[in-house]
């Protein structure tokens, strides 16, 4: 069973307000990942992490997100100003590498 | 082994043409996901299809979950379409999301 931590489950926010989520990788794996999963059950890529660097983003991310995995702490991913459309499950894995993903329970963000 | 095998590795085509890629799969997949990762490394989600077929714009997939296969289908290639498609699937209540190695397409004007 995965060993992925995210925090808090369920977030409520308002238009306009900033929305934090973390999230702690399996021990072990230096590689984190953030999607945002749809009603469809298709996720979203957002962003990538090795250790505490950035390896690939998109640019709703880079343009709207704030994204950090410090050492020693848990990861974060925040929405600056959240909307209506943000409204999401967003998920954190973690892997050794590039393939196998372990996924954490999730995130869901409801923007009023 | 490799848990999530697709084919061909590479293709190239002449814009206009249509591709066929194929995912494999050895483990029970309660959901199978194609992904498209651009030249610059981003990925997004192209469709899932656990089972059956899907259309999506040019896109159509066909899983046969008994046979553990699935197939994306591209018509009337484009220049755009350039990158590489990631099968995934979603191992049974497990959390695990497996990737394939990818199938790198080309399309060249």
């Known amino acids: 069973n995965s060993k992925v931590i995210q925090t808090p489950r369920y977030l409520v926010k308002g238009q306009g307000q900033k929305a934090k989520m973390r999230c702690i990788p399996e021990?072990?794996?230096?590689?984190v990942f953030w999607y945002q999963q749809n009603k469809n059950n298709e996720f979203k890529f957002l962003i990538n992490?090795?250790?505490?660097?950035?390896?690939?983003q998109i640019d709703m991310t880079e343009k709207r997100f704030s994204a950090e995995c410090p050492s020693n702490s848990p990861c974060s991913l925040e929405i600056q100003s959240s909307e209506a459309g943000d409204s999401a499950l967003y998920l954190c894995?973690?892997?050794?590498?590039?393939?196998?993903?372990?996924f954490g329970p999730g995130t869901r963000l409801l923007v009023l | 082994g490799q848990q999530v095998q697709q084919s061909p590795a590479s293709l190239v085509l002449q814009e206009g043409e249509n591709a066929e890629l194929q995912c494999n799969f050895s483990?029970?997949?309660?959901?199978l996901q194609w992904f498209y990762q651009s030249p610059g490394g981003s990925l997004v989600s192209l469709l899932s299809?656990?089972?059956g077929t899907k259309h999506t714009g040019r896109l159509t997939s066909t899983t046969v979950t008994k046979e553990r296969r699935s197939s994306l289908h591209i018509s009337s290639s484009q220049t755009t379409d350039s990158g590489t498609y990631l099968c995934?699937?979603?191992?049974?209540?497990?959390?695990?999301?497996?990737f394939g190695t990818g199938t790198r397409l080309q399309v060249l004007p």
């Open positions: 894995a973690s892997s050794r590498g590039q393939d196998t993903q372990y």
């Open positions: 021990k072990g794996h230096p590689v």
């Open positions: 992490f090795q250790n505490q660097e950035v390896l690939q």
């Open positions: 483990s029970t997949a309660t959901q």
């Open positions: 299809n656990p089972s």
């Open positions: 995934a699937i979603d191992i049974s209540n497990t959390n695990k999301v497996v």
